[in-house]
């Protein structure tokens, strides 16, 4: 059996954000804001659900998931596996607009409610060796929540090195999914008897997909590819300009403490630098 990669943006979005297996979503929103009892989340309207995006409009297509429970707070879950530096402020960006975007000019602010921002990266944000952060906005003096109408939950995949015999909570369960679905060929002991977990397998079986999703999906996985491909050739160009600029300058340093003993060629012989550089810099 094979199993789509979680990680990917369309399949992600095809598991959790599927209105008729809402409780999947409900459930990975417990596990990871640590709601329980009277607090758990038990029902919720997915406000963007899961459609096949065409491939041209892929550019144009946000492909997070946002969700509103019953009380009106709002949640919204993006999985991101590329790092392009910004993503802290992308977060601050997202969580902001929906919070103003809940009321219309002169509305009652009292009317505005709480908003959630769930991050799941593929790559390290923070120092903190946690694979779970929560981020509040706190007094500074009394270190009380007392703005909380944001909250921020970021979790770094490559911070999770648990293996199946060591899952305990539901937690720990949600990000192996997520993390290594795609490199399992059947649904793990650990996971058959947790119905949303059968739901959320058997729709990453890539048996059940059209053959539009599978193109979108290859599309993206390609495209995701090309991406990390070019920032690390663009890293790499970078460290050799870097390294070609620190040569540069040492024999620089060189040539000018040989000015006053040598001349201009056999200074030139010894640091690699032109004539012409050489005199220059006398």
Same mark, same amino acid.
């Given at each position: 059996?094979?199993?789509?990669?979680?990680?990917?943006?369309?399949?992600?979005?095809?598991?959790?954000?599927?209105?008729?297996?809402?409780?999947?979503?409900?459930? %990975?929103?417990?596990?990871?804001?640590?709601?329980?009892?009277?607090?758990?989340?038990?029902?919720?309207?997915?406000?963007?659900?899961?459609?096949?995006?065409?491939?041209?409009?892929?550019?144009?297509?946000?492909?997070?998931?946002?969700?509103?429970?019953?009380?009106?707070?709002?949640?919204?879950?993006?999985?991101?596996?590329?790092?392009?530096?910004? @993503?802290?402020?992308?977060?601050?960006?997202?969580?902001?607009?929906?919070?103003?975007?809940?009321?219309?000019?002169?509305?009652?602010?009292?009317?505005?409610?709480?908003?959630?921002?769930?991050?799941?990266?593929?790559?390290?944000?923070?120092?903190?060796?946690?694979?779970?952060?929560?981020?509040?906005? %706190?007094?500074?003096?009394?270190?009380? *929540?007392?703005?909380?109408?944001?909250?921020?939950?970021?979790?770094?995949?490559?911070?999770?090195?648990?293996?199946?015999?060591?899952?305990?909570?539901?937690? $720990?369960?949600?990000?192996? @999914?997520?993390?290594?679905?795609?490199?399992?060929?059947?649904?793990?002991?650990?996971?058959?008897?947790?119905?949303?977990?059968?739901?959320?397998?058997?729709?990453?079986? *890539?048996?059940?997909?059209?053959?539009?999703?599978?193109?979108?999906?290859?599309?993206?996985?390609?495209?995701?590819?090309?991406?990390?491909?070019?920032?690390?050739?663009?890293?790499?160009?970078?460290?050799?300009?870097? $390294?070609?600029?620190?040569?540069?300058?040492?024999?620089?340093?060189?040539?000018?403490? %040989?000015?006053?003993?040598?001349?201009?060629?056999?200074?030139?012989?010894?640091?690699?630098?032109?004539?012409?550089?050489?005199?220059?810099?006398?």
């Amino acid at each position: 059996m094979q199993f789509a990669d979680p990680k990917n943006d369309l399949a992600f979005k095809k598991i959790f954000g599927d209105e008729n297996k809402k409780e999947i979503l409900i459930s %990975l929103l417990n596990a990871i804001l640590d709601f329980n009892d009277e607090k758990s989340i038990v029902d919720l309207h997915i406000v963007n659900p899961y459609q096949v995006p065409k491939i041209p409009d892929l550019k144009e297509t946000i492909l997070d998931i946002k969700a509103k429970a019953k009380n009106g707070d709002e949640f919204i879950v993006e999985m991101q596996k590329k790092h392009l530096g910004d @993503f802290a402020k992308r977060s601050l960006y997202y969580t902001s607009k929906a919070y103003i975007s809940q009321l219309s000019s002169g509305a009652d602010y009292s009317k505005l409610n709480k908003v959630y921002f769930i991050g799941i990266v593929d790559f390290s944000m923070f120092e903190s060796q946690a694979f779970i952060s929560r981020h509040l906005i %706190l007094n500074k003096e009394t270190l009380k *929540q007392e703005l909380d109408d944001f909250e921020f939950t970021f979790i770094e995949l490559k911070k999770f090195d648990k293996e199946l015999e060591e899952l305990q909570t539901t937690l $720990e369960k949600w990000i192996y @999914f997520i993390k290594n679905a795609n490199n399992l060929t059947i649904i793990p002991k650990q996971f058959k008897d947790i119905q949303e977990f059968k739901e959320a397998f058997e729709i990453a079986s *890539q048996t059940n997909w059209d053959k539009k999703e599978l193109d979108v999906y290859d599309y993206m996985t390609l495209k995701a590819y090309d991406e990390i491909n070019a920032l690390q050739t663009a890293e790499e160009k970078g460290e050799a300009r870097g $390294e070609a600029r620190g040569m540069e300058n040492k024999a620089i340093e060189i040539a000018k403490n %040989l000015l006053d003993i040598l001349d201009n060629a056999t200074i030139a012989l010894k640091t690699g630098l032109s004539e012409e550089r050489i005199e220059s810099l006398r």
